[in-house]
């Protein structure tokens, strides 16, 4: 998908092993943290952003590598819940040779940050500052993983959701000035009809006829 996009940051993850079943738990997006998306543009998630989401098939990947999965909400072994903190995940580690690789990397701490990949629904853009400020209101979540790269952005997606953003702003005010302009004509004829009744009332002709 051409809009997809990734997150990722350095926001822990923890390991627990309870009666055989090892889980990772950790954050895959906090609420209104501003981040920088490859200096073009700042970055914010509201709150409830993937309430929507939620209720849809997710994936827990490997690097995001849609070959690789180590869990899925369909299945029960993916549970995702938005906190007061953030989007919560936990992943039930399957024995597999991906699942065990990446529960030896976490507990060595060479994988400790959690990443997502998502479409944004709804956004507003505040173009004020001096990079254009991007909230994120509604999102459609695709995939979770747990990461060693914390880098947050992909810089051509990034460009891509500046340039479409500034494109529907453009396309927004075209929209008004032509719905505004159609609506100045409409009150124009309205106003050019109740002209031509008033004169014909007033006409020499009207004035004779009540006259007589």
Same mark, same amino acid.
């Given at each position: 998908?051409?809009?997809?996009?990734?997150?990722?940051?350095?926001?822990?993850?923890?390991?627990?092993?309870? *009666?055989?079943?090892?889980?990772?738990?950790?954050?895959?997006?906090?609420?209104?943290?501003?981040?920088?998306?490859?200096?073009? +543009?700042?970055?914010?998630?509201?709150?409830?952003? +993937?309430?929507?989401?939620?209720?849809?098939?997710?994936?827990?990947?490997?690097?995001?590598?849609?070959?690789?999965?180590?869990?899925?909400?369909?299945?029960?072994?993916?549970?995702?819940? *938005?906190?007061?903190?953030?989007?919560?995940?936990?992943?039930?580690?399957?024995?597999?040779?991906?699942?065990?690789?990446?529960?030896?990397?976490?507990?060595?701490?060479?994988?400790?940050?959690?990443? +997502?990949?998502?479409?944004?629904?709804?956004?507003?853009?505040?173009?004020?500052?001096?990079?254009?400020?991007?909230?994120?209101?509604?999102?459609?979540?695709?995939?979770?993983?747990?990461?060693?790269?914390?880098?947050?952005?992909?810089?051509?997606?990034?460009?891509?959701?500046?340039?479409?953003?500034?494109?529907?702003?453009?396309?927004?005010?075209?929209?008004?000035?032509?719905?505004?302009?159609?609506?100045?004509?409409?009150?124009?004829?309205?106003?050019?009809?109740?002209?031509?009744?008033?004169?014909?009332?007033?006409?020499?002709?009207?004035?004779?006829?009540?006259?007589?």
């Amino acid at each position: 998908m051409k809009d997809l996009e990734k997150r990722s940051g350095e926001l822990g993850v923890e390991f627990r092993e309870a *009666e055989g079943k090892r889980t990772l738990v950790g954050y895959a997006a906090i609420w209104n943290s501003d981040t920088t998306i490859g200096d073009y +543009f700042i970055e914010r998630i509201a709150p409830g952003a +993937f309430t929507a989401a939620l209720s849809g098939d997710i994936l827990a990947l490997c690097d995001h590598d849609i070959g690789r999965v180590i869990g899925r909400t369909k299945s029960g072994t993916l549970r995702l819940a *938005e906190d007061q903190r953030g989007l919560k995940v936990e992943i039930d580690v399957p024995d597999t040779t991906d699942g065990n690789d990446l529960w030896t990397l976490v507990k060595r701490g060479d994988v400790s940050g959690m990443s +997502f990949a998502f479409r944004a629904t709804k956004q507003e853009w505040d173009d004020t500052g001096d990079l254009p400020k991007r909230t994120i209101l509604e999102a459609e979540l695709y995939e979770v993983t747990a990461t060693a790269l914390p880098a947050y952005t992909d810089t051509t997606l990034a460009t891509r959701s500046l340039e479409a953003a500034r494109s529907e702003v453009e396309q927004l005010k075209e929209r008004r000035a032509a719905d505004a302009a159609a609506a100045a004509r409409r009150v124009a004829e309205r106003r050019a009809s109740m002209e031509q009744k008033f004169r014909g009332i007033q006409s020499p002709e009207g004035r004779s006829a009540d006259a007589s």
